[in-house]
Nanobody, 117 residues
Framework: QVQLVESGGGSVQSGGSLRLACAAS????????MSWHRQVLGKEREWVSS???????YYSDVVRGRFTISRDNAKNTLYLEMNSLKPEDTAVYYC???????????WGQGTQVTVSS
C-alpha cells in the first residue's frame, strides 16, 4: 500500500534552516505530483509547495524564495529545503502524493517544525 514517511523536522531559531524528507513507497513515485502542506493546530491545512512528474515546482507566496522543493526519483524521496525560517513557519509539515487520473491524495503522518524567535 501507499506509504509516505516524513522526517527532518525539529526546532530551530529564526533565520535557521531545516531539510525535510518524505520517503515514499507503494506507487510509481516519479510519475506523480508530490506536495508539502503545513498545519497549525486549530487552523486549516495550508499548501506550501508542489513538484510535478516533470520536475516543475510551484510555491505559495509566503515561502517562495526561502523554500526549495525537490525530488530524487531513484530514491523515491521528496525533499523540502527550508531557509530563512520564521516563527510563523512553525507547523506540522505533511507530505502528499496525488495519484492516478482521479488525483487521489495520500498523506504522510507529518513532522513538527518549530521556529523560535
Amino acid at each position: 500500500q501507499v506509504q509516505l514517511v516524513e522526517s527532518g523536522g525539529g526546532s530551530v531559531q529564526s533565520g535557521g534552516s531545516l531539510r525535510l524528507a518524505c520517503a515514499a513507497s507503494g506507487f510509481i513515485f516519479g510519475r506523480n505530483t508530490m506536495s508539502w502542506h503545513r498545519q497549525v493546530l486549530g487552523k486549516e491545512r495550508e499548501w506550501v509547495s508542489s513538484i510535478d512528474g516533470e520536475g516543475v515546482s510551484y510555491y505559495s507566496d509566503v515561502v517562495r524564495g526561502r523554500f526549495t522543493i525537490s525530488r530524487d526519483n531513484a530514491k523515491n524521496t521528496l525533499y523540502l529545503e527550508m531557509n530563512s525560517l520564521k516563527p510563523e513557519d512553525t507547523a506540522v509539515y505533511y507530505c502528499k502524493a496525488t495519484l492516478g487520473i482521479r488525483g487521489l491524495d495520500k498523506w504522510g503522518q507529518g513532522t513538527q517544525v518549530t521556529v523560535s524567535s
